[in-house]
C-alpha cells in the first residue's frame, strides 16, 4: 500500500510545488517511487489550474527538479485521502488544522521544519515576494527536510 503524501503551502505556486518535486526526486532516487504518492496544495485557490511561479520552476531546474503540477486548493477529501499532509509555515498549519474535517485527521498534520537536521528555520519561507536568495533558501530548506521527511516515513512504516 503506498504512503500519500500532500505539501502544502499558501498558493500552490512555489513552496509546496518545489517540496513535491524535492520528495519525488529523492524517492526516486532512493527506488521508492512504487511505495508513495506524492502531492501538493495550497491554502488559497487563487492560482488554481497555474503552473508554479516561474521564477521557482527557473531556480528548481538549477538543480534539476522539474515542477509539473498545476496549483489547487486543498479539499475536504485530501485529509482522508493522505497519511501525510505537510505544511510549509505556521500560518498554513494552522489553517489545515482548522479545516481537517474530523479530530483523527490531525495527527496526519505535520510542520516541514519539524523535519530539518538542525533548528535553524521554524518555518519554510514564502519566497513570492523576494530575490533569488530566497527561492535558493526554500529548496535548501527542502532538500535537508525532506532526507528526515522520508526517513520518518520508513519509520512508520515499518512499525
Known amino acids: 500500500m503506498k504512503?500519500?503524501?500532500?505539501?502544502?503551502?499558501?498558493?500552490?505556486?512555489?513552496?509546496s510545488p518545489s517540496a513535491e518535486a524535492v520528495f519525488n526526486a529523492l524517492i526516486t532516487k532512493e527506488g521508492l517511487t512504487e511505495e508513495f504518492e506524492?502531492?501538493?496544495?495550497?491554502?488559497?485557490d487563487w492560482h488554481q489550474g497555474e503552473p508554479a511561479d516561474r521564477r521557482m520552476q527557473q531556480?528548481?531546474?538549477?538543480?534539476?527538479?522539474?515542477?509539473?503540477?498545476?496549483?489547487?486548493?486543498?479539499?475536504?477529501?485530501?485529509?482522508?485521502?493522505f497519511d501525510y499532509i505537510v505544511a510549509m509555515d505556521r500560518s498554513n498549519l494552522r489553517d489545515l488544522k482548522a479545516r481537517a474535517p474530523k479530530p483523527e485527521y490531525?495527527?496526519?498534520?505535520?510542520?516541514m521544519t519539524d523535519f530539518l537536521s538542525d533548528n535553524s528555520f521554524d518555518e519554510v519561507p514564502d519566497p513570492?515576494?523576494?530575490?533569488d536568495a530566497g527561492f535558493e533558501l526554500v529548496l535548501d530548506l527542502l532538500e535537508d527536510?525532506?532526507?528526515?521527511?522520508?526517513?520518518?516515513t520508513r519509520q512508520k512504516q515499518n512499525r
Open 145 to 152: 527536510s525532506s532526507q528526515n521527511f522520508l526517513k520518518f
Open 128 to 131: 513570492y515576494y523576494g530575490g
Open 59 to 81: 531556480h528548481a531546474r538549477k538543480r534539476n527538479y522539474n515542477l509539473t503540477s498545476l496549483s489547487r486548493p486543498v479539499i475536504p477529501k485530501d485529509f482522508e485521502n
Open 106 to 111: 490531525l495527527k496526519k498534520i505535520f510542520l
Open 38 to 44: 506524492v502531492d501538493s496544495a495550497g491554502i488559497s
Open 3 to 15: 504512503q500519500r503524501v500532500l505539501f502544502v503551502c499558501l498558493g500552490n505556486i512555489c513552496r
